[in-house]
């Protein structure tokens, strides 16, 4: 698109405004529409122009449905997003991994917001996935190529004057641009400061080198003196997350979202400690799902699970309190269905 060009994507707000407010979920994409049709389909190529509307999803997590969108102009979409913020001053972020339709990125976004009950905006964040299980490495590159698309909306967020908090919940490889963000941010004076508006961060099945992510923690990155007092991270880890597995055999390392060690000689679960000492971070509270794991691939409990939807309530509702109470280790159990969820109406 040439400078001064129309978007054929975005709608004009004074058409079908009404229907545009009744979509619930924002969005902000990297991924090259397709409008051709009534509603834009989100294909799993490239662009460089960032896209803003809102979504609202159909179907199940298993059978997803289509999924009805509409575009608007940057400006238009802040000050509706700016709006919906309201007295909460919170929003969250959820940024989906490899292998991804953006269907079935809808329906669970749209599960988060029902089982959670989040008393502010979400917006979901998606990046081209290329939508195949043999293209894992087109994937990985389309992820990296994103990561400073995504940096800057995290930054535009924290530049919001009326949001104070934002939660940030990232899944499988989206756990590296999650981390890559809040690396890029604390390098700067200008951008640190904005890290403890970060309360909230969740890598949930990261497909992340564990050893990134220590280095990360262990530079005090999830510090009280970085992010400030208020913040807390969570880590949804599992021993049965086959697609994690498979992941950490072809890196050849340990994965966040995996408890398997590569060393033959540790028999015990490999978490995300502190190389030197062997204790965990502070600050960070890890969530080990694998005796509360369900379907063939368990690449999902955080949302999937009825356990783990509680410990994700925990990390979000009411700024956290729940999560930062817990153990630095938790071994969710089918047993803890209805601890911290309200109840679903």
């Known amino acids: 698109m040439q400078a001064g060009d129309r978007d054929l994507c975005v709608r004009d707000q004074s ?37 803003y509307g809102r979504y609202k999803a159909s179907g199940t997590r298993k059978k997803p449905g289509k999924t009805e969108m509409q575009f608007r102009q940057r400006d238009y979409w802040q000050a509706d997003l700016e709006k919906a913020v309201g007295p909460s001053r919170r929003v969250m972020v959820f940024i989906h991994g490899y292998n991804n339709y953006f269907d079935e990125i809808a329906v669970r976004t749209q599960a988060m917001r029902q089982v959670t009950g989040f008393e502010g905006p979400i917006i979901t964040y998606s990046w081209p996935s290329f939508q195949a299980f043999f293209r894992y490495t087109v994937d990985e590159a389309n992820n990296l190529w994103d990561q400073p698309y995504f940096y800057g ?5 924290a ?7 934002i939660v940030v919940v990232s899944h499988s490889m989206g756990t590296r641009s999650l981390l890559a963000a809040m690396e890029r941010m604390s390098r700067q004076p200008d951008t640190r400061k904005y890290l403890d508006k970060f309360r909230t961060l969740i890598f949930a099945s990261g497909d992340l080198d564990r050893q990134i992510f220590e280095r990360s923690a262990k530079n005090e990155l999830f510090s009280e003196n970085m992010m400030g007092a208020q913040r807390h991270v969570t880590v949804f880890t599992s021993n049965v997350d086959r697609a994690v597995g498979i992941s950490r055999i072809l890196h050849g390392y340990d994965r966040l979202g995996i408890t398997k060690c590569n060393d033959p000689n540790i028999k015990e679960p490999c978490y995300p400690r502190d190389p030197e000492t062997g204790e965990f971070f502070d600050g960070v509270t890890v969530v080990d799902t694998s005796n509360v794991s369900g379907g063939i691939i368990g690449h999902a409990d955080f949302i999937d699970s009825l356990a783990g939807r509680e410990y994700l309530c925990a990390a979000v509702l009411n700024d956290g309190v729940a999560i930062r109470k817990l153990p630095k280790l938790v071994m969710a159990a089918k047993s803890d269905a209805g601890k911290f969820c309200s109840p679903v109406p």
């Open 153 to 157: 909306e995290l930054l535009s967020l």
């Open 15 to 51: 058409i079908d405004d009404a229907s545009y407010q009744q979509l619930p979920i924002f969005l902000i994409t990297s991924r090259l529409p397709d409008c051709r049709g009534a509603s834009p389909i989100l294909t799993k190529q490239r662009t460089d122009q960032i896209r």
């Open 159 to 165: 530049r919001t004057s009326n949001i104070d908090d």
